[in-house]
């Protein structure tokens, strides 16, 4: 990577490799340049405001230059960023003494648009749940159970992704969506009559 342009088109792993190797923070630059916006905008879910949003993704970034070392590779940059930002955030926020937010995590009408034809059967019950209902549901489930359940609905990750991501196995990540949406569904049901 010698110019300017070169880099700036250069894949987010080749960075990594050359920001791991040099310690360049121009390099770095550029890779935040790149993903700032996605970073801010989950940070922004789990903040209570714009400001704390920003230093969050502040942190993020801060924090990822240290561990980009630890990157392995074996999911793609973005997808692993993604990850580390929700650990992030929900470190953030179970460190918090408040026990809920008030921003909403999610942009619900992703959820609302999810569509119908996932082959899991109790996906459609999933499914069904009132969106403002869900939002309270979300917030009444641990951090870990909303993490797992925002990265397959919300982002949309198959479960080799989340696999990635977590690094876990294949039936691991199954096991911990099927729990995850069985609270979200005893926790919708129970309390939000």
Request: charged share 35%; hydrophobic share 40%.
């Amino acid at each position: 990577m010698e110019t300017i342009a070169e880099i700036k088109k250069a894949p987010d792993e080749d960075l990594v490799k050359a920001i791991v190797k040099t310690n360049d923070t121009m390099l770095f630059e550029v890779l935040y340049d790149r993903h700032a916006e996605m970073v801010f905008n989950k940070c922004y879910g789990f903040a209570k405001g714009e400001d704390e949003a920003k230093d969050l993704t502040q942190d993020v970034f801060l924090k990822l230059f240290v561990k980009l070392p630890s990157f392995k590779g074996t999911s793609k940059f973005s997808t692993w960023l993604y990850a580390f930002t929700y650990n992030h955030c929900v470190n953030y926020v179970t460190r918090s003494k408040a026990k809920k937010f008030e921003k909403q995590s999610v942009d619900y009408k992703d959820i609302e648009n999810l569509s119908d034809d996932y082959d899991d059967e109790d996906d459609q019950s999933f499914l069904q749940m009132k969106v403002e209902k869900l939002k309270i549901a979300l917030e009444l489930i641990s951090p870990d159970e909303k993490m797992i359940l925002l990265l397959k609905y919300q982002d949309g990750l198959s479960i080799k992704d989340i696999v990635g991501v977590l690094d876990i196995g294949e039936s691991a990540v199954k096991m911990r969506i099927k729990r995850a949406k069985d609270k979200l569904l005893t926790v919708y049901s129970n309390n939000l009559k």
